[in-house]
């Protein structure tokens, strides 16, 4: 990472194939074991985006305290926690010509 003229950080492209960790909730986004297809509602993901941590980057204890905190503040459907596991470019599907992801 790296910063511009006025301090900001600036992100590089994240990898095609780095890991990304995405917090899920049993019953809400998680039913027998699998994410739901319907997991996050198409105008959240208009509104706010796809919450992720790349996993290098992830802290356990970060995560672990932001389950408690969202399980707190809608507890029905947010009964248990489940992490899940994937690689970048499945998730956004856009790519540069070096493989790296573009959104």
């Given at each position: 990472?790296?910063?511009?003229?006025?301090?900001?950080?600036?992100?590089?492209?994240?990898?095609h194939?780095e890991?990304?960790?995405?917090?899920?909730?049993?019953?809400?986004?998680?039913?027998?074991?699998?994410?739901?297809?319907?997991?996050?509602?198409?105008?959240?993901?208009?509104?706010?985006?796809?919450?992720?941590?790349?996993?290098?980057l992830?802290?356990?204890?970060?995560?672990?305290?932001?389950?408690?905190?969202?399980?707190i503040?809608q507890p029905?459907?947010?009964?248990?926690p489940?992490?899940?596991?994937?690689?970048?470019?499945?998730?956004?599907?856009?790519?540069?010509?070096?493989?790296?992801?573009?959104?």
């Amino acid at each position: 990472m790296s910063t511009d003229a006025a301090g900001v950080p600036v992100y590089d492209p994240i990898p095609h194939e780095e890991q990304l960790l995405r917090l899920n909730f049993s019953s809400e986004h998680v039913q027998n074991g699998v994410v739901i297809p319907n997991a996050i509602a198409v105008e959240d993901l208009k509104r706010r985006g796809y919450s992720l941590d790349r996993e290098y980057l992830a802290d356990i204890q970060t995560i672990q305290k932001r389950a408690e905190t969202q399980s707190i503040k809608q507890p029905e459907g947010r009964e248990e926690p489940y992490l899940s596991r994937f690689g970048c470019g499945p998730v956004c599907r856009e790519v540069d010509d070096d493989g790296a992801c573009t959104c």
